[in-house]
T-cell receptor
């Protein structure tokens, strides 16, 4: 069964600090991995999408890494801001269609002043 | 572009009532889908559509109906609401061949 596991479940950091969120998956065959940011009461917004051949991708202060061999991904947030407080969701796709997206439960990040 | 819009934002139903959650997109995307998000769980696919007139079931389709008469609209119907359908519902869309999926703001539904 395809699964996406995220850790930690929740995290509190001080403003200005860095943090790293983890994602392990057992989705096969692998097509791409996405990280979404979901603010409270809003829909998810895409941060990065990586395919098998991409092992690092950045979007501003967000940097995602992918190790397709170990089936692990991480999302690193640099110099955190209060607006980074949100749930971060890892999603793995087995192909480009809709029916094969497997969503993680998310990591809830709180950035404290 | 307004992107993906959903109405209503909040809704309370009594068990056995019916209602339709509306979803519209103005990006001319072929793919549209409905998800539900429950506490402690990842988003789960309810139904999806690859174009006007074509729909298919996702992971949790029971209790929900959909239709796709136009490219822009993809309503989700609950015929006999049950407390188990209390959830936050998200609509999403993407273009054919694209990887980027765009989500609406969600509808929070409570069934009492």
């Amino acid at each position: 069964k395809n699964q996406v596991e995220q850790s930690p479940q929740s995290l509190i950091i001080l403003e200005g600090k860095n943090c790293t969120l983890q994602c392990n998956y057992t989705v096969s065959p692998f097509s791409n991995l996405r990280w979404y940011k979901q603010d409270t009461g809003r829909g998810p917004v895409s941060l990065t999408i990586m395919t098998f051949s991409e092992n690092t991708k950045s979007n501003g202060r967000y940097t995602a890494t992918l190790d397709a061999d170990t089936k692990q991904s991480s999302l690193h947030i640099t110099a955190s801001q209060l607006s980074d407080s949100a749930s971060y969701i890892c999603v793995v796709s087995a192909d480009s269609g809709y029916s094969t997206l497997t969503f993680g439960k998310g990591t809830m990040l709180l950035v404290s002043p | 572009n307004a992107g993906v819009t959903q109405t209503p934002k909040f809704q309370v139903l009594k068990t056995g009532q019916s209602m339709t959650l509306q979803c519209a997109q103005d990006m001319n995307h072929e793919y549209m889908s409905w998800y539900r998000q429950d506490p402690g769980m990842g988003l789960r696919l309810i139904h999806y559509s690859v174009g006007a007139g074509i729909t298919d079931q996702g992971e949790v389709p029971n209790g929900y109906n959909v239709s796709r008469s136009t490219t822009e609209d993809f309503p989700l119907r609950l015929l006999l609401a049950a407390p188990s359908q209390t959830s936050v519902y998200f609509c999403a869309s993407k273009r054919t061949g694209g990887r980027e999926q765009y989500f609406g703001p969600g509808t929070r539904l409570t069934v009492t």
